[in-house]
């Protein structure tokens, strides 16, 4: 199981974000992943980085990491307009860029309103989001589609996509891998270094494929628990 991180970009100042990939990468962690949010959820007006320019600056500032969205919400960008930043990033990146995502939810409709970006519903969101994950998978991109609802798994399952879960128990990832969904998880890691080493390997031996840890994190302490984990 790889081990990658969220940044902090909930700032006006990219330095932190920008520190915590070059920590990251130092450690040996496995990859970077970053939000579309417009705002901190639940906190409008506070500051956020966006996630396009961010990954762009991460692709000349990185050699060897996983670079992600997690995830790009699907009506928030046109769909094409979408599509060509992950062909970018893919490109400049090497083949590093992995395309998270997703539909968005009741939560991120205040954020689209704010900014004047039409909230659709949601039958609607899903079909583009099948769209979109078939073309960019179609041409070599990785995907990963956001949340565990039952439609957003059979998009996942008709195109043989990973789903990726947040916060979801140990027990939740086993399930879909039984049924023959691979699975990337996001969420918090709690404790120190043994501790997120215990949670690290029940997500492992769920049959998890990614573990994105958000933010804050120590990093030491997770790289340390990636170790344990990966060399077990």
């Not at 932190?16 to 130092?26: I, K, M, V």
């Not at 906190?43 to 997690?70: D, E, H, M, N, Y």
């Not at 970006?117 to 960019?136: I, K, N, S």
Request: a neutral charge.
């Amino acid at each position: 199981m790889k081990v990658g991180i969220t940044l902090p970009q909930f700032a006006d100042d990219a330095g932190p974000a920008l520190a915590a990939a070059a920590r990251a990468e130092a450690l040996g962690l496995d990859g970077v992943f970053c939000f579309d949010h417009l705002w901190p959820m639940g906190r409008p007006g506070r500051p956020a980085l966006s996630a396009w320019p961010l990954l762009g600056a991460l692709v000349t500032s990185t050699r060897t990491l996983t670079i992600g969205s997690l995830v790009a919400r699907i009506g928030l960008l046109p769909d094409r307009l979408l599509e060509s930043a992950a062909h970018t990033l893919a490109a400049l990146s090497g083949g590093r860029f992995l395309a998270g995502i997703g539909t968005g939810d009741h939560q991120s409709a205040p954020e689209n309103r704010a900014f004047g970006v039409p909230y659709e519903h949601a039958a609607l969101r899903r079909r583009r989001l099948g769209q979109v994950a078939a073309r960019l998978a179609g041409s070599g991109i990785a995907v990963w589609v956001g949340g565990g609802a039952p439609p957003t798994l059979e998009v996942a399952r008709a195109h043989g996509l990973t789903v990726n879960l947040w916060g979801a128990p140990a027990s939740r990832v086993a399930q879909l891998r039984a049924g023959g969904l691979g699975v990337s998880w996001g969420g918090e890691l709690e404790g120190e270094s043994a501790a997120m080493a215990e949670q690290l390997a029940a997500l492992a031996a769920a049959g998890a494929a990614w573990a994105v840890v958000a933010a804050p994190v120590s990093l030491d302490a997770l790289a340390e628990a990636a170790r344990t984990v990966q060399e077990t």
